[in-house]
């Protein structure tokens, strides 16, 4: 097929209003992924190199590696770092100036609002969205010995440990997943918790103890899933990776950033939200903490998949309703930026 009439296909396409990419009319020979460098992150973006090239045989997907604020900070807990998207600005700055064509991110990561020209164009099929718990010789959680060390970054899981088991000694840990492992066995800490999703995409599940069930501790929001952003106007790519979407984690997560968008939320307060599809509708479960644990407002809510986003800010409603907004004026202080773009967690 010629160039001249592949265009001309193209052209009609989009005048015809349709929205199915056919392969045989891209003009597009390439799409470049901007990732972040650790394992986890490349496995994420090597994931989704190898489902376009499956998708597409003859397209050429490459990786750009690039370092972000987050990546540069690991003497400092995440908590007190502040600044906004710590593990994706540097990321969309390279996309808006058209060095790369995707960026693959942790939904976990990923901020509530994007950039003027950018979009979360995809949310992949979530993964186990848990908590897990590693520990030394496999001692179970509640087995743990009083005053145990335990390592995690999140204040999230923080506030929800801490509340079933305030003995326990907190330890803030920072690092890849190999880092945090490495700590665990030199004997630094008696147990780590770190999501699930991560340790099972680098083949590191046999070094699970036992999962959180989410009765425990509430996953992070979008937790378990992947977001692909992209900028809004490239109709094409926006067509050619519409595949990676998967509707009822799409649902979920959506309900999940709503209530977070309205806490106005960030990684300096322990904000939990997950959903679920249940006979059909979807279910959200939310909670917002004191760092302590010594506080918890807690709720949930269920509806029709369409309403994501209004239950999401409804169970938001309701959390502030309880107490929620007095924990987060402490926390944030009266005149503190809580625009919701920060990291929630990592």
């Given at each position: 097929?010629?160039?001249?009439?592949?265009?001309?296909?193209?052209?009609?396409?989009?005048?015809?209003?349709?929205?199915?990419?056919?392969?045989?009319?891209?003009?597009?020979?390439?799409?470049?992924?901007?990732?972040?460098?650790?394992?986890?992150?490349?496995?994420?973006?090597?994931?989704?190199?190898?489902?376009l090239?499956?998708?597409?045989?003859?397209?050429?997907?490459?990786?750009?590696?690039?370092?972000?604020?987050?990546?540069?900070?690991?003497?400092v807990?995440?908590?007190?770092?502040?600044?906004?998207?710590?593990?994706?600005?540097?990321?969309?700055?390279?996309?808006?100036r058209?060095?790369?064509?995707?960026?693959?991110?942790?939904?976990?990561?990923?901020?509530?609002?994007?950039?003027?020209?950018?979009?979360?164009?995809?949310?992949?099929k979530?993964?186990?969205?848990?908590?897990?718990?590693?520990?030394?010789?496999?001692?179970?959680?509640?087995?743990?010995?009083?005053?145990?060390?335990?390592?995690?970054?999140?204040?999230?899981?923080?506030?929800?440990?801490?509340?079933v088991?305030?003995?326990?000694?907190?330890?803030?840990?920072?690092?890849?997943?190999?880092?945090?492992?490495?700590?665990?066995?030199?004997?630094?800490?008696?147990?780590?918790?770190?999501?699930?999703?991560?340790?099972?995409?680098?083949?590191l599940?046999e070094?699970?103890?036992e999962?959180?069930?989410?009765?425990?501790?509430?996953p992070?929001?979008?937790?378990?899933?992947?977001?692909?952003?992209?900028?809004?106007?490239?109709?094409?790519?926006?067509?050619?990776?519409?595949?990676?979407?998967?509707?009822?984690?799409?649902?979920?997560?959506?309900?999940?950033?709503a209530?977070?968008?309205r806490?106005?939320?960030?990684?300096?307060?322990?904000?939990a939200?997950?959903?679920?599809?249940?006979?059909?509708?979807?279910?959200?479960?939310?909670?917002?903490?004191?760092?302590?644990?010594?506080?918890?407002?807690?709720?949930?809510?269920?509806?029709?998949q369409?309403?994501?986003?209004?239950?999401?800010?409804?169970?938001?409603?309701?959390?502030?309703?309880h107490?929620?907004?007095?924990?987060?004026?402490?926390?944030?202080?009266?005149?503190?930026?809580?625009?919701?773009?920060?990291?929630?967690?990592?």
């Amino acid at each position: 097929m010629s160039f001249v009439v592949r265009l001309f296909l193209c052209v009609l396409r989009v005048l015809c209003g349709e929205n199915i990419y056919i392969k045989e009319l891209s003009l597009r020979k390439e799409i470049r992924i901007g990732t972040r460098a650790s394992a986890l992150a490349l496995w994420q973006a090597e994931w989704v190199k190898s489902e376009l090239e499956k998708k597409y045989p003859g397209m050429k997907v490459s990786l750009t590696k690039i370092k972000t604020t987050g990546d540069k900070i690991l003497d400092v807990p995440l908590s007190k770092v502040g600044g906004k998207g710590l593990f994706v600005k540097e990321i969309e700055e390279a996309m808006l100036r058209h060095e790369i064509d995707i960026a693959v991110h942790s939904m976990k990561d990923v901020p509530t609002f994007f950039p003027d020209g950018l979009h979360l164009s995809c949310i992949t099929k979530r993964e186990d969205a848990r908590d897990a718990l590693l520990s030394r010789n496999h001692v179970k959680f509640k087995d743990l010995p009083k005053g145990a060390n335990i390592g995690t970054s999140s204040l999230r899981r923080q506030t929800q440990i801490m509340s079933v088991r305030p003995d326990f000694v907190i330890h803030q840990l920072r690092g890849n997943v190999d880092t945090r492992l490495r700590k665990l066995k030199e004997g630094q800490y008696d147990a780590i918790i770190l999501a699930a999703a991560g340790v099972k995409r680098l083949g590191l599940a046999e070094n699970v103890t036992e999962y959180i069930d989410a009765d425990v501790s509430i996953p992070a929001i979008g937790q378990g899933a992947l977001g692909i952003e992209c900028r809004v106007d490239d109709r094409e790519l926006n067509d050619l990776i519409a595949f990676f979407n998967h509707a009822e984690s799409r649902v979920c997560v959506t309900g999940e950033r709503a209530l977070l968008r309205r806490l106005e939320g960030g990684c300096q307060v322990p904000i939990a939200c997950y959903g679920q599809i249940k006979n059909g509708k979807l279910s959200l479960v939310g909670l917002v903490g004191s760092v302590d644990g010594k506080r918890i407002v807690k709720d949930s809510i269920e509806g029709p998949q369409a309403d994501a986003e209004r239950l999401g800010v409804e169970l938001a409603e309701t959390l502030l309703k309880h107490g929620a907004d007095v924990i987060l004026r402490e926390v944030y202080g009266a005149n503190a930026d809580t625009s919701g773009d920060k990291l929630l967690e990592n």
